[in-house]
Every structure is written in structure tokens, then in C-alpha cells.
């Protein structure tokens, strides 16, 4: 598969690494570099939309993305309390997806810092990392799907894009309990079995 990679921080280096090694041709692009085109008009079969998210609106809106897969792993949290930039709504991805009409934007990979989609593959205590999904296009979705599992992890359907938000959210309450607190924001939910009461 050819992928294309908006941004060349830490998040496209961890995820555009992995996918090398699983046999996929990535290109990325930077804006400071100002070949963030060459990103997608390499023909991406997939683009990952990997910038600070107050620049993604803008950039997208710039780039001829449609009929692409979009992926988002952008998470609109900022300040000292990592509060949500969108609070109210809507959600990044559905901002994403007005500025960019003709792409097929998911949602996925936001949950995690980049040092554990460096882990080949991301397995704890015997259990591969689970990676929600939210998105309207199913072909869209299968490609993800396909990304998912390229890094050892297990794709789950979260919803439609309309649900990008409660991805989003749940970033950051979980980089405020990680990163602002110290705590072990794995300990907040049951396992399966006690999970319906």
C-alpha cells in the first residue's frame, strides 16, 4: 500500500516506521520543508494526517484529498489542565472532513504516545494494543483496518464519525490522568467479564 504521511514529527516517524516495515511505501511530508503535497500526490492509497492540531484544518483545506482515506490520530487537547480545544463540538475529525469534502476521514491511532507504536508489535500482558476506530466509509475503514493489524494491533469499531468526539475526549482525560497526574489510567476500567455488570 502507498502511504502518505502530512507531518514528520514523532507520530509519522513511530507509525510511518512500522508501516515501512511491513512492506508499505511511505512518503511524508513537512510543512516547514513545503513539500507536504509530495504526501499526497504520490498517489497515497492512504494519508495520515500527523500535525498539531491547530494547523490540520488549515492544511487539509489546502490539498486536493479527495477520494483519499484521511486517517486522524490528531488530538485537540491543550493547555495546563489538557482540557478539549473543541469542547462543544464539533469534534477535530468532523473539522477535518467539512475542510477536506471529498476525503474518507477516520479516526484512529490518537490514543497512544507515539513511543508505544514504536513497540513491535504494541502487546501488553499477552493482550495486542486495541485501536478504536470512527468512520462513515466502510472502504475507508477496511484500509485502516488493514493499518491496524500491519502494527500487531486489533481494529475496533467505534462508531461513525459522529463518535470522533468520545475518541477525542477520552484522549484527554487519559493524557490528564497519565501525563498531569501520574496516574494508571488502564486501572479506571473493569475487565470484560465485570464490565456489564
Known amino acids: 500500500m502507498r502511504i502518505g504521511i502530512l507531518g514528520t514529527g ?34 497515497a492509497d492512504a494519508v495520515l494526517l500527523a ?4 494547523a490540520v484544518v488549515d492544511v487539509v483545506a489546502e ?13 485537540p487537547v491543550g493547555g495546563p489542565d489538557f482540557g478539549l480545544l473543541t469542547a462543544g463540538g464539533p ?13 474518507r476521514v477516520v479516526k484512529a491511532f490518537n490514543l497512544c ?10 502487546v501488553f500482558a499477552g493482550r ?16 485502516v483496518r488493514r ?17 470522533a468526539g468520545l475518541l477525542e475526549a477520552t484522549a484527554a482525560l487519559l ?5 498531569g497526574e501520574g496516574a494508571d489510567a488502564q486501572a479506571i476500567a473493569p475487565p470484560l467479564e465485570f464490565a456489564a455488570g
Do not use: F, K
Open 91 to 103: 469534534a477535530a475529525a468532523e473539522r477535518i472532513a467539512a475542510a477536506a469534502p471529498g476525503a
Open 113 to 122: 504516545h507515539e513511543s508505544v507504536w514504536r513497540l513491535t508489535p504494541p
Open 128 to 143: 495486542p494494543l486495541a485501536v478504536p476506530l470512527c468512520g462513515d466509509d466502510e472502504d475507508a475503514l477496511t484500509v
Open 175 to 179: 493524557i490528564g490522568l497519565w501525563v
Open 63 to 75: 490539498l486536493d484529498l479527495n477520494g483519499r482515506v484521511l486517517v486522524d490520530c490528531t488530538n
Open 51 to 54: 500535525l498539531p492540531y491547530p
Open 147 to 163: 493499518l491496524v493489524r500491519d502494527l500487531g494491533c486489533e481494529p475496533l469499531n467505534a462508531g461513525g464519525l459522529d463518535r
Open 10 to 43: 514523532a507520530m509519522a516517524d513511530a507509525l510511518g516506521g512500522q508501516w515501512r516495515r511491513a512492506g508499505h511505501q511511505v512518503v511524508a511530508g513537512s510543512r516547514s520543508r513545503g513539500d507536504v503535497r509530495v504526501a499526497v500526490e504520490h498517489g
